[in-house]
């Protein structure tokens, strides 16, 4: 098993004599991201600021490489551990190089003077988050994602074993999100470190987290891999989804289905039917869809946003009596959509409910 470097014991959080969170226990690895999800407002930046003491812990025990957090000095602290906050910060007419330097602080002299060996530091970091052509930018000069890489490289500049990121993803696109958080997961294997951030981005979270701590009620609800929290329906209870439903296989949200009888009845599979399933939830109509194997990969969202859905089992021939429900259903809506354009050797009853549909003109 890895050596564990970040443990929190029985740990409360939270401001003065006011408790956010109470009872947090959590261990973390080198080469180990670990995510906090929550709702708005339970505690996330609370517990990351406790982490690296930027604020007291009320009570219990956080330990850093084996050692009492409270016990470490300010400038071996900041050698050990590093973070990136929410917020935007504005340095005032300082070169990106000049950002990232500041993270070398800890290793300097009172003056603050760069020896050669921060400055390789700093050159190193640079290059590794890849930001080395923008050495002698205006810091405030730049996008949002150039200013989380640079902000990130300043964090590596400071060689931590601990890196503590708050939202990190928050301000950036979706292309900067996704390579943001690959060079992060680099990073933390080549470098070893243990890493804490806090998301808001779900599909994310799943996909680049070794361990998943999610808050709720003042306490950790539940901890563990992806695979274990994103499962049963878990996140759903977590945020309290009350309008429509939450998708733990592929992150996706969908809104409420659209009540009322069925006027249209969409054949389709295999993922064609979801652009349509989505326009008719969009424009408010109440539809109907299948017959979709219990496999299908658009089962999923038909079964969040469709009156009705006619279903059959995988790997085997539709049932004369599952395409005599579907053909009843389908015969009662006012029109029939199907964007396939070919049909397999098991999906013969969904051509049958093609040709049906165009015999009686439903088809549009």
Do not use: W
Request: proline fraction near 5%.
């Amino acid at each position: 098993m890895a050596n564990v470097f970040l443990q929190a014991s029985n740990l409360s959080a939270g401001y003065g004599t006011t408790v956010i969170l109470d009872g947090v226990d959590l261990t973390l690895s080198p080469g180990e991201i670990l995510t906090v999800i929550a709702p708005n407002g339970v505690g996330k930046s609370t517990l990351l600021k406790t982490l690296i003491r930027q604020l007291p812990a009320l009570s219990g025990v956080v330990t850093l490489d084996g050692r009492d957090l409270s016990s470490y000095p300010g400038r071996e602290l900041a050698r050990k551990s590093a973070a990136v906050l929410t917020g935007r910060p504005e340095p005032e007419k300082m070169t990106c190089e000049e950002v990232v330097s500041a993270g070398r602080y800890p290793y300097t002299g009172r003056l603050g003077i760069l020896s050669n060996e921060d400055r390789l530091a700093v050159e190193e970091a640079m290059a590794l988050v890849r930001v080395l052509p923008l050495r002698n930018r205006d810091f405030n000069c730049l996008s949002d994602g150039q200013r989380q890489r640079v902000l990130l490289a300043r964090a590596i500049a400071q060689d931590p074993k601990l890196l503590v990121m708050d939202e990190p993803t928050s301000f950036l696109d979706i292309r900067h999100k996704l390579e943001f958080l690959h060079l992060l997961k680099e990073l933390v294997r080549t470098k070893q470190i243990a890493a804490v951030l806090s998301m808001h981005e779900l599909d994310l979270a799943q996909k680049f987290s070794d361990k998943v701590l999610c808050l709720r009620d003042g306490h950790v609800d539940r901890i563990g891999s992806p695979e274990e929290i994103f499962t049963g329906g878990y996140i759903e209870q977590l945020f309290q989804v009350e309008f429509g439903t939450y998708n733990e296989q592929f992150g996706s949200l969908e809104p409420p289905k659209v009540s009322g009888t069925p006027r249209v009845f969409v054949i389709a599979g295999a993922g064609e039917g979801i652009p349509l399933y989505r326009m008719l939830n969009r424009e408010g109509i109440p539809f109907a869809a299948g017959i979709l194997f219990e496999n299908d990969v658009e089962l999923p969202v038909a079964s969040a946003l469709a009156s009705a859905v006619i279903t059959a089992k995988a790997f085997e021939p539709i049932a004369d009596k599952t395409l005599e429900q579907a053909k009843a259903l389908m015969l009662s809506c006012e029109k029939v959509l199907c964007p396939l354009q070919h049909f397999g050797t098991y999906n013969k009853a969904n051509e049958a409910l093609y040709r049906l549909a165009r015999d009686r003109e439903l088809l549009k």
